[in-house]
Nanobody, 115 residues
């Protein structure tokens, strides 16, 4: 299986933090790009952040300062930490593992922010 596997979602209260994990099938190479996206009900999928094997990071303007992407090469895992969660953060969060011209999507993990 080459698809990544996400975990760490759940039901949280506004203001709390959460760390999502994306376990990739293979170790990251310098050319690998792993990104986090989310899709809320009735909305299009939205890019959040990405990290390369370099590593270089990139963030959507809407999440800068509140979301942090990082990786642990020893575990083939990329993390997305989300602070000060808001109800608008409710969505399915998915991981994309890009290897050259091939894209591998995970199944996603649900994050629900509600009091």
């Amino acid at each position: 299986q080459l698809q990544p596997v996400e975990s760490g979602g759940g039901l949280v209260q506004p203001g709390e933090s959460l760390r999502l994990s994306c376990l990739t099938a293979r170790r990251m190479l310098s050319s690998t790009i792993v990104g986090w996206y989310r899709q809320a009900p009735g909305k299009e999928r939205e890019f959040l952040a990405s990290i390369t094997g370099g590593p270089r990071t990139k963030y959507a303007d809407s999440v800068k300062g509140r979301f942090t992407i990082s990786r642990d090469n020893s575990k083939n895992t990329v993390y997305l930490e989300i602070n000060d969660l808001k109800p608008d953060d409710t969505a399915v969060y998915s991981c994309l593992d890009r290897r050259g011209s091939y894209d591998y999507w995970g199944q996603g993990t649900q994050v629900t922010v509600s009091s």
